[in-house]
């Protein structure tokens, strides 16, 4: 049913739900003999399965963008989108809750709370301190770690990030204002900022890796600081690609100033990514 007769619009039978089903399959079985070390039919699997997937994500939004576009969807699947894409964004609220929550548990109780004990149970000179060094450090100072300093490159991506969030309400005021090269600019330069972040974000893996000693292995600190640095990466690579996506609809003339939720969206998302930088600057970076 059309969005101009009022109906609520329910897509026809559709292969991609089986499709993706079979890519997480691949996927799965691909990822557990790769780790139990069964070659080469793990790192087969896993190929096929990304495959697969991607050619599932191709082929269902496609679906979707061509429905829109062609005015399927009235304001009643317009607000089913906007309560899905909330409650996906607070499901990566709580996603990253978890990691703050471990860093903080670690961090406030369990370091103090392991001070109290008497040393028989732990190891000679344990200090109350962050970052902790462990046991192992204790023994062989090679294993050694430094902290990354907040004001140097992590102070640069928290600058660009912002900047990244300006560029997007920028292009969002320009697509309701029906301005095309004002919309598409600042879509290019969010997404130019975007990989800047991450450029800069490798450069200090590989610093902190091989300069400052600091590894995924490096204690609690080491675990805590690679998870939420490299799940924000991953998340911000996501919300580049979805920009990417976005950029070339416009191009081709999708959206219209009082109909583009799709493009809202995405700028929700990376709004939520630029959120979650702001914490892991201040709880990861600064407060060392």
Known sequence: MSATTGGYYFAPPS???VVGSTALMFLGA????????????GAALQLIGFAVLIY??????GNVISESESGLYNKQVD?????????????????????FGALYYARVFSVPWLADLDNAFLWEGYAAKWPTLGPYFQQDPALAFQSMGA???????????????VTITYAHHALIDNNRNGLIWGLVATIGLGAVFLGFQIYEYVHAYSDLNLKLS???????????????GFHVTLGA???????????????KPDRHF?????????????????????????LV
């Open 79 to 99: 607000a089913s989108y906007r309560w899905s894409m909330g409650w996906f964004i607070f499901s990566e609220v709580m996603f990253f809750a978890a990691f």
């Open 15 to 17: 292969k991609w739900p």
């Open 262 to 286: 799709g493009f809202e969206a995405v700028a929700w998302y990376w709004h939520f990514v630029d959120v979650v930088w702001l914490g892991l600057f201040i709880f990861v970076y600064v």
């Open 56 to 61: 599932m994500l191709f082929g269902w939004f």
């Open 218 to 232: 490096s204690g609690v600190f080491g675990s805590t600081f690679y998870l939420l640095t490299g799940f924000h």
């Open 241 to 255: 690609i979805m920009l990417t996506v976005i950029l070339f609809r416009c191009i081709k003339g999708h959206f």
């Open 151 to 165: 004001w140097g490159i992590p102070a640069l991506n928290t600058a660009l990030l912002l900047a990244s969030g």
């Open 30 to 41: 691909g990822t557990v003999l790769w780790m139990n070390q069964i070659q080469p039919y």
